[in-house]
T-cell receptor, first 113, second 117 residues
Framework: DGGITQSPKYLFRKEGQNVTLSCEQNLNHDAMYWYRQDPGQGLRLIYYSQIVNDFQKGDIAEGYSVSREKKESFPLTVTSAQKNPTAFYLC????????????FGEGSRLTVL | AQKITQTQPGMFVQEKEAVTLDCTYDTSDPSYGLFWYKQPSSGEMIFLIYQGSYDQQNATEGRYSLNFQKARKSANLVISASQLGDSAMYFCAMREISQGGSEKLVFGKGMKLTVNP
């Protein structure tokens, strides 16, 4: 089945450690996105990529990094520079259709101990 | 300034009744798209309905319809005949185009709907 796979689903890390969240899609979508969700804050855009080897900062990119070396993969690294990394992270992809709706993965919950 | 505003933090509705979830938006672009997503407690985001700014008719998808009032910049979601499975967080979102020409979705803060038996 086509879809978006995020891993791991739950992740714990110590302060000062970098961690990478995986996002893979087999929908053949060009665009991919990373959102962060905190309680009462809705979804906030971290980074997005319209094509391979190109990506743009979203509204809250500080402390995060991404790469887009392959069309189907868009990993997100949460660096030690991110002050409040504990959150629910959602990856999404879309295609340039009439609606262009986002298709989401099931999310990764990161907890910093 | 918020581009998507959802003022209702939470709502309760009786099963089988209709419910309206409010959403207002702010944009100066003539072309834009509006979306509603549902997020159950499991966390996944489920696309419900889309309305384009140039669409003449209000969008409908099964029990979901979008009450689009362009002049008032509102895009309220109407759920008819509520079911217990409709209990979830609901997010309104708008597609906007950045200066570089790339598209992204901006989300509201969401609201929690609880359907009571």
């Amino acid at each position: 089945d086509g879809g978006i796979t995020q891993s791991p689903k739950y992740l714990f890390r110590k302060e000062g450690q970098n961690v990478t969240l995986s996002c893979e899609q087999n929908l053949n979508h060009d665009a991919m996105y990373w959102y962060r969700q905190d309680p009462g804050q809705g979804l906030r855009l971290i980074y997005y990529s319209q094509i391979v080897n190109d990506f743009q900062k979203g509204d809250i990119a500080e402390g995060y990094s991404v790469s887009r070396e392959k069309k189907e993969s868009f990993p997100l690294t949460v660096t030690s520079a991110q002050k409040n990394p504990t959150a629910f992270y959602l990856c999404a992809s879309s295609q340039a259709t009439h609606t262009g709706e986002l298709f989401f993965g099931e999310g990764s919950r990161l907890t910093v101990l | 300034a918020q581009k998507i505003t959802q003022t209702q933090p939470g709502m309760f509705v009786q099963e089988k009744e209709a419910v309206t979830l409010d959403c207002t938006y702010d944009t100066s672009d003539p072309s834009y798209g509006l979306f509603w997503y549902k997020q159950p407690s499991s966390g996944e985001m489920i696309f419900l309905i889309y309305q384009g700014s140039y669409d003449q008719q209000n969008a409908t998808e099964g029990r979901y319809s979008l009450n689009f009032q362009k002049a008032r910049k509102s895009a309220n979601l109407v759920i008819s005949a509520s079911q217990l499975g409709d209990s979830a967080m609901y997010f309104c979102a708008m597609r906007e185009i950045s200066q570089g020409g790339s598209e992204k979705l901006v989300f509201g803060k969401g609201m929690k709907l609880t359907v009571n038996p």
